[in-house]
């Protein structure tokens, strides 16, 4: 499994744009990455996912470079509601015989007023 | 919208009880998981299924074992619960086949061992 490594966190004022960074240096040829955000008290919501370049959804954009041994996930213009712990995944779709993918310990997001 | 839902928000429970932690899911998945979180230690695999009456260990699975007795519904079990086993319990679920799609968790059970 590729192993990723984050910023255990990192602070933010509102309105600001949010880039976190997740390396994966041992990243395999059919590797997915995926991110999930995750508030107090409930479960981890999936953001976005993507393989190669750059993908975007109305919540963030995932930039990959073509080495694909890093990602950057940003977050336009947050605000105090994006105050959350975001986590980067590395691997393979799940099934039989795949292992699922892990999730570290993430990055915790503060947004200040 | 995919709805994963866990019986329970809060639960104590006493030191050598048997536990049972429920889970169901709506969009007729075939993987399913059971996590824990605790602080400091993001989340940690305990089991996991791919279809029904199939189990797999994670990576913490001592203690616990699961049941899968139909598509919908995953249920960890405590055999004898011990403090140490105090801790946020999350369920999540996955489409399954070569479809690259994302998990979906409930909001977790926080569980009590006193």
């Known amino acids: 499994l590729a192993k990723t490594t984050q910023p255990i966190s990192m602070d933010s004022y509102e309105g600001q744009e949010v880039n976190i960074t997740c390396s994966h240096n041992n990243i395999a040829t059919n590797d997915y990455i995926t991110w999930y955000q995750q508030f107090p008290s409930q479960g981890p919501r999936f953001i976005i996912q993507g393989y190669k370049t750059k993908v975007t959804n109305e919540v963030a954009s995932l930039f990959i470079p073509a080495d694909r041994k890093s990602s950057t996930l940003s977050l336009p213009r947050v605000s105090l509601s994006d105050t959350a712990v975001y986590y980067c995944l590395v691997g393979l779709p799940l099934h039989s015989g795949n292992t699922p993918l892990v999730f570290g310990k993430g990055t915790r997001l503060s947004v200040i007023a | 919208d995919v709805k994963v839902t866990q019986s329970s928000r809060y639960l104590v429970k006493r030191t050598g009880e048997k536990v049972f932690l429920e889970c169901v899911q709506d969009m007729d998945h075939e993987n399913m998981f059971w996590y824990r979180q605790d602080p400091g230690l993001g989340l940690r695999l305990i089991y996991f299924?791919?279809?029904?009456?199939?189990?797999e260990k994670g990576d913490i699975p001592e203690g616990y074992s699961v049941s899968r007795e139909k598509k919908e519904r995953f249920s960890l079990i405590l055999e004898s619960a011990s403090t140490n086993q105090t801790s946020m319990y999350l369920c999540?679920?996955?489409?399954?086949?070569?479809?690259?799609?994302?998990?979906?968790f409930g909001d977790g059970t926080r569980l009590s061992i006193l």
């Open positions: 999540a679920s996955t489409l399954g086949g070569v479809s690259n799609q994302p998990q979906h």
């Open positions: 299924s791919y279809d029904v009456k199939m189990k």
